[in-house]
């Protein structure tokens, strides 16, 4: 053996085994079957009509279900097959007679068929498939083939029919329920919806795919009024939309010249959180369905649109359920986008009662979507509404002298603060508020004070300063263990607040937000983008207002005689943790007993002093 130069071999094929993958494990659904059938009856429409100079001008495809036989019949007015292509295509697996056909035909478009295996899939829900056929070759002979497995099959004569073929189908027992024409009529329906050829269930008057889909040029949609087009897409768009019914339909793409895609977005009604995600693309490759979950190709900000779109670049993979991620997929991707951004900016301009429907369901999804693309931002700047203490308002009703406030959370002592200030807060622990107003203000103008950061602290709260010794004793009197800082603020009547880092605290709530999986990815990204910045070590800080009487007041008796200041000390401390108490969501009860016993105490301890005043 040894020494043996190297011998080339031949690969063995287990034709059953390959089979088996093929015809069972290569389709999500047995419903694929049907359509592949469909799909080859057109592909051979399209070939007679080629090929066959008195093809037939009215062609058509007729699917009969017989419940009680449990049999389907898919028949075409096609080319029918020969002796010879029933053996070299039919037959043999991978090789079909489209594929050759349509390099450089005119009607590649409507061409379907490309891998040569669809026909496999019918003995996924067939125990036997007849193909009873006669070609337009030679119109005065029939042929009979046979199978029940796709392996072993039988070819025999038999009498001339109509040109075409029929592909009889004997179900399997446990796909009995598809030899329904109501079964039938709906699984096509919305496989086929795109098809020219008219297909037939049954003996019915009218095929299931009477309308041609609106963006084909071939119905008298020219001369048609915009209002009667608006309808007729609408239409079309809630044969579609499984879950909303459509607010408006944009068409792809957004301006006329483009080719590749076509088809039409729309916006769900149906109120939706900010991150919630009901994207759904129908993508059509040469009229069939082939993924009717394609939301990847949408924006991942249009978490409120659907749509159907029909392309001939695209490249479907072998099962055609799913779509190569290609070049042409990303081109796909990007006219969608952009026809979804001027769609949305001519609903603006011409259908003010749409728009303003849109801007109510979707509010929070398009201060999202403004943040993800320059022209949104433009179109939606002074649109959406941010929520805010004084309820959802524009970003231009929030800005007061020049300012817009923003929190970072709820409750604090910030809120009780501008409630006495009477000046708005934007909910900046909401859904994409605080980095909309980022870019609100910079395009705008104006200041965003950022309550709770250190540069928003900075502009509320005038710092100064006070010897250190004085430092010390505030914060052994007041503090636990908050940062003391001497300032002036506004309302006066406020003598000292506490203000947490609330940016550490956004940071810590929606970092452990990141864990959660029902978040979508686009809300994820803002939130990274956004706390990745965040030093979360910050303390919070302790600000003393010497703008207010009764603190100056405890200063001055301080600087005289620190032991007669404690009594009032410990009163404000106390005030400070019920305060404090009051806002936290922790619920540190004992912190609320605590401070109710110092102010009882105090209270005492103040009552001789202040008796002594009331007698002078
Ligand atoms: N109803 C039909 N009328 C005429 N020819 C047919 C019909 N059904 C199948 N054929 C022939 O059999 C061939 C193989 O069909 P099959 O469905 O396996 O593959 P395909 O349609 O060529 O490609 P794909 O796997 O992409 O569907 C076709 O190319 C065609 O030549």
Redesign the pocket.
């Known amino acids: 053996m040894e020494g043996n130069p190297a011998q080339l071999r031949t690969a063995g094929v287990d034709l059953g085994g390959l089979m088996t993958v093929l015809g069972q494990h290569l389709y999500s659904t047995p419903l694929v079957a049907l359509r592949?059938?469909v799909?080859?009856?057109n592909?051979?429409i399209v070939?007679r009509r080629l090929e066959d100079p008195a093809a037939p001008t009215a062609p058509r495809i007729t699917v009969v279900g017989d419940i009680s036989a449990r049999t389907v019949r898919?028949i075409?007015t096609?080319?029918?097959?020969t002796e010879s292509?029933i053996h070299t295509?039919?037959a043999t697996?991978g090789?079909?007679?489209?594929?050759g056909l349509r390099q450089g035909q005119a009607a590649s478009e409507e061409l379907?068929?490309?891998?040569?295996?669809?026909?496999?899939s019918a003995f996924v829900i067939a125990e036997r498939v007849t193909?009873t056929?006669t070609s337009f070759q030679q119109p005065d002979r029939g042929w009979r083939y046979q199978s029940s497995n796709g392996e072993q099959y039988s070819l025999a004569a038999a009498p001339a029919r109509e040109i075409?073929?029929v592909?009889e189908l004997a179900l399997r027992e446990e796909h009995a329920r598809l030899a329904g024409e109501d079964y039938l009529a709906r699984v096509l329906g919305r496989y086929c919806a795109l098809l020219r050829v008219p297909i037939y269930i049954g003996d019915a008057a009218e095929p299931l795919n009477p309308e041609p889909p609106p963006w084909r040029g071939d119905s008298d949609s020219v001369s048609e009024h915009p209002v009667q087009a608006r309808k007729r897409q609408l239409r079309f768009a809630s044969r579609f939309e499984q879950q909303f019914e459509p607010i408006c339909a944009m068409p792809v793409p957004a301006l006329a010249g483009e080719s590749d895609p076509r088809g039409l977005l729309w916006v769900q009604d149906g109120g939706t959180y900010g991150n919630s995600d009901n994207r759904n693309l129908s993508v059509f490759v040469r009229g069939m369905l082939l993924d009717d979950d394609a939301r990847d190709l949408l924006p991942g900000w249009a978490g409120f649109v659907g749509g159907v779109i029909e392309s001939s670049r695209l490249m479907p993979t072998?099962s055609?359920e799913d779509l190569q991620r290609n070049e042409a997929y990303r081109s796909a991707q990007h006219a969608i986008a952009e026809s979804l951004i001027g769609g949305l900016a001519a609903v603006a301009r011409e259908q003010p009662e749409a728009w303003r429907r849109i801007l109510n369901r979707h509010n929070e999804a398009l201060l999202g979507a403004a943040l993800c693309d320059a022209r949104l931002f433009e179109l939606l700047a002074e649109e959406v509404r941010v929520p805010s203490s004084h309820g959802d308002l524009r970003a231009s009703a929030l800005r007061r002298e020049g300012a817009i406030h923003v929190g970072l959370s709820t409750g604090g002592f910030e809120d009780m603060l501008f409630r006495m200030l009477g000046v708005p807060v934007a909910r900046g622990d909401r859904y994409a508020v605080l980095p909309f107003l980022r870019q609100w203000v910079q395009r705008h103008g104006g200041r965003l004070i950022e309550i709770g950061t250190e540069q928003g602290n900075r502009q509320l709260f005038t710092e100064l300063g006070l010897p250190d010794a004085e430092l010390d004793w505030l914060r052994e009197t007041l503090a636990d263990g908050e940062k003391v800082v001497p300032a002036r603020f506004a309302p006066a009547e406020l003598p000292l607040m506490v203000v947490p880092d609330r940016e550490a605290e956004l940071k810590r709530r929606l970092e452990s937000d990141e864990a959660d999986k029902r978040i979508s990815m686009t809300a994820l990204r803002l939130v990274r983008g956004f706390t990745a910045g965040i030093d979360g070590s910050a303390q919070a800080r302790l600000y003393v207002n010497l703008d207010n009487p009764a603190m100056r007041a405890l200063l001055a008796t301080m600087r005289a005689d620190r032991a007669a200041a404690e009594p009032a000390a410990r009163l404000l401390k106390a005030i400070k943790q019920l305060m404090e108490t009051h806002n936290d969501a922790d619920g540190h009860g004992h912190r609320l007993n605590g401070a109710l016993a110092a102010i009882g105490d105090s209270v005492l301890r103040l009552l001789p002093a202040a008796a002594g005043q009331a007698g002078d």
């Open positions: 592949e059938l799909q080859n009856a592909d051979s070939r898919v075409d096609g080319t029918g097959l292509e295509y039919l697996v090789v079909g007679y489209t594929r379907i068929g490309m891998f040569g295996l669809g026909f496999l193909v056929t075409g073929t592909v072998a055609r």
